[in-house]
């Protein structure tokens, strides 16, 4: 049985929200965008409730997620208050324009927030591509096994990100909902 799985995210410059849709169309998830403003839309709140899974995305802004992600994350302790989300299945996912551009602190970020909120981390489940024949658009070519991640120069258009970041969110959101099936039957 399929579970209803979120991808909530923020993205700046269309960046995060391709990610989140690679991330989501493996998932087969809905997407939950948090505005400029680092607003839900309406219903966005009770979405989250019904969720099985949360899947969570922040462009990495000085080695953390966005204001506006930050606002979401503060908005969701009346969630926390009541153990709303707990034993959901929860991930992350981020992109920044250096290769490591300090994404590993957003993933961290997020599985707090995931943490706080007694909620069940996937990782990515992914070896890394770091053998010699490697090449930038193998799967996980970052190297993450906290969450997916992403790099895209700052100068690159939302069209030239790199088919095997697209590649590893995708198979990323897979094996999140493949968990989400197992764990929350």
Same mark, same amino acid.
């Given at each position: 049985? !399929?579970?209803?799985? =979120? %991808? %909530?995210? &923020?993205?700046?410059?269309? &960046?995060?929200? *391709?990610?989140?849709? #690679? %991330?989501?169309?493996? @998932?087969? @998830?809905? +997407? +939950?965008? =948090?505005?400029? $403003?680092?607003n839900l839309p309406e219903g966005g709140w009770e979405q989250l409730a019904? @969720?099985?899974a949360i899947i969570m995305g922040s462009p990495t802004y000085m080695g953390s997620v966005s204001w506006q992600f930050k606002r979401f994350a503060d908005a969701s302790s009346k969630a926390w208050f009541t153990q709303n989300w707990k034993d959901k299945i929860a991930a992350g996912f981020t992109n920044s324009a250096s290769m490591n551009g300090d994404k590993l602190s957003t993933l961290h970020y997020l599985f707090t927030l995931a943490m706080q909120h007694s909620m069940i981390w996937v990782g990515t489940g992914m070896l890394p591509s770091n053998k010699k024949s490697a090449t *930038?658009?193998? =799967?996980?070519? %970052? #190297? !993450?096994? !906290?969450?997916? /991640? #992403?790099?895209?120069?700052?100068? @690159? !258009?939302?069209? $030239? /990100?790199?088919?095997?970041? +697209?590649?590893?969110?995708?198979?990323?959101?897979? *094996?999140?909902? $493949?968990?989400?099936?197992k764990v929350r039957g």
């Amino acid at each position: 049985m !399929s579970k209803k799985i =979120i %991808v %909530v995210f &923020h993205s700046g410059y269309g &960046h995060t929200k *391709r990610m989140a849709e #690679a %991330v989501a169309n493996g @998932a087969g @998830a809905s +997407l +939950l965008p =948090i505005d400029a $403003e680092g607003n839900l839309p309406e219903g966005g709140w009770e979405q989250l409730a019904a @969720a099985d899974a949360i899947i969570m995305g922040s462009p990495t802004y000085m080695g953390s997620v966005s204001w506006q992600f930050k606002r979401f994350a503060d908005a969701s302790s009346k969630a926390w208050f009541t153990q709303n989300w707990k034993d959901k299945i929860a991930a992350g996912f981020t992109n920044s324009a250096s290769m490591n551009g300090d994404k590993l602190s957003t993933l961290h970020y997020l599985f707090t927030l995931a943490m706080q909120h007694s909620m069940i981390w996937v990782g990515t489940g992914m070896l890394p591509s770091n053998k010699k024949s490697a090449t *930038r658009n193998d =799967i996980n070519y %970052v #190297a !993450s096994s !906290s969450g997916a /991640m #992403a790099s895209t120069p700052s100068d @690159a !258009s939302v069209d $030239e /990100m790199l088919p095997g970041d +697209l590649e590893t969110a995708r198979l990323f959101g897979q *094996r999140v909902a $493949e968990v989400a099936a197992k764990v929350r039957g």
